[in-house]
């Protein structure tokens, strides 16, 4: 019986522990970072009552049968954003104001300008009546003095840099990035820039795992690519380990007569876990060498990524103090046949496509395990378990979500 992904993704996690370091950043450096300090607010914010709208600051009693008998105000002057008046309204008097704008002293609303008519620069027709406080902002809505507006562990997307700036933090303490060592394994691999010589490929896995890693949350360190020679094998093993907060490697793991990952690490330190319950990427590899985790992905591109989403991540987020790894698990319906069926379970790449506002599974239609297009505008994989199907068109299946990136450019 081969290991179910989620043991084997315990058994991973339970070697993997929260780094605890953390950097400081200014705000421009600091997007999809988790935050690691608490953020408070020095300030009420807003940090003065101030208009939505621009229009008239008014008493609303002044104008409350506006809506019956429109009402003529003097009009005192024109407050504007940056620019706090000193004087303060009396019955009968109102300010021009814009938006942003602080509120007069003696106002209490403002009349949007397009319920009013001005008649000279000092007189306005009001043509409707509002209520106290309307097209308001008030002192401390948003944010109270004191208070903690963020917590450690909040995900600093684009909107939360903006509290961050309100809050006056041009810099903050964010979880350190853990070093990813990227190990690629393969006598016939080439760089993208070195030519090819008869048998030989690209090694694409460390410019794909690369980009992963970083998306993750890692900082990724790339290492030379190692011959499929023990020797040489462990010698990267070691220097990785002595150098990064985890090491993963591609290729190397199955049982070729060349795959030398697993005897490495045994040699170096321990292997836990070898072998999981999934297609592509059976032959994933755990272990520890120098007290450092290490996973050994398998070499083939697509399994080298999908082992890289269902484990790796998963660390990695681990690693930066972030619980929350599990993608959203939705049960949708496919938008065409998936007629595989097989012993292990199924992780399957598919395009979310959008049919009448039903998100739908597109499965690609070469699955291979080398085939890289597959992954093109892939925002999911559906889960197909073991011995079950074929699934037909409109049949419901679960599926993991990984992005929502693609779905606009197939909307219907
Ligand atoms: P292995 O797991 O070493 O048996 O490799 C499985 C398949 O993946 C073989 O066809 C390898 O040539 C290919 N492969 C291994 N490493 C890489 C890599 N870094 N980039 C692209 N293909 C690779
Ligand atoms: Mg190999």
Redesign the pocket.
């Known amino acids: 019986m081969l290991m179910p992904v989620e043991d084997a993704q315990r058994q991973i996690l339970s070697h993997v522990k929260a780094h605890g370091r953390v950097e400081q950043r200014p705000l421009t450096e600091a997007q999809d970072c988790l935050l690691a300090q608490t953020a408070e607010a020095a300030d009420d914010i807003p940090p003065f009552s101030n208009t939505s709208m621009d229009g008239y600051a008014v008493r609303a009693q002044d104008v409350r049968g506006a809506g019956q008998e429109p009402v003529v105000l003097d009009v005192l002057g024109t407050v504007r954003a940056g620019h706090p008046s000193e004087e303060t309204l009396k019955a009968g008097e109102c300010f021009k104001i814009m938006t942003g704008a602080p509120v007069p002293a003696g106002a209490d609303a403002v009349v949007p300008v397009e319920w009013t008519e001005a008649l000279d620069s000092a007189h306005v027709r009001i043509l409707r009546a509002v209520e106290p406080g309307a097209h308001l902002r008030f002192q401390g809505e948003d944010m109270r003095k004191g208070r903690a507006v963020l917590q450690a562990g909040t995900l600093l997307t684009p909107p939360m840099l903006g509290v961050l700036a309100t809050l006056g933090l041009s810099r903050v303490k964010v979880a350190a990035p853990p070093r990813v060592a990227i190990l690629s394994?393969?006598d016939?691999l080439r760089d993208p820039d070195m030519p090819l010589e008869p048998g030989t490929i690209r090694n694409s896995n460390s410019y794909a795992l690369f980009g992963a890693i970083r998306a993750a949350g890692g900082q990724p360190v790339l290492y030379p690519t190692a011959p499929?020679e023990p020797e040489a094998i462990r010698a990267l093993f070691t220097k990785a380990a002595g150098e990064c907060d985890l090491v993963v490697s591609s290729?190397?793991v199955s049982v070729?007569d060349?795959?030398f990952v697993k005897p490495v690490i045994e040699s170096l330190g321990k292997l836990s876990l070898w072998r999981v319950n999934l297609k592509p990427g059976k032959p994933l590899a755990f272990g520890q060498v120098l007290g450092v985790p290490i996973l050994g992905l398998p070499?083939n591109p697509v399994s080298a990524l999908v082992t890289f989403e269902l484990f790796v991540r998963p660390a990695i987020r681990t690693m930066l103090g972030d619980s929350r790894w599990q993608r959203p698990k939705l049960r949708l319906a496919l938008a065409s046949d998936f007629t595989e069926v097989t012993d292990r379970r199924q992780y399957v790449r598919c395009r979310l496509i959008l049919d009448q506002g039903h998100l739908k599974l597109w499965p690609h239609t070469n699955q291979g395990s080398a085939v890289q297009t597959s992954w093109q505008d892939v925002d999911a994989l559906m889960i197909i378990p073991e011995n079950t199907g074929p699934y037909r068109a409109g049949d419901e299946v679960d599926a993991l979500v990984l992005s929502t990136t693609h779905i606009h450019s197939q909307s219907s």
Do not use: L
Request: proline share 0%; glycine share 50%.
């Open positions: 394994t393969g016939e499929d290729g190397g070729g060349y795959d070499g």
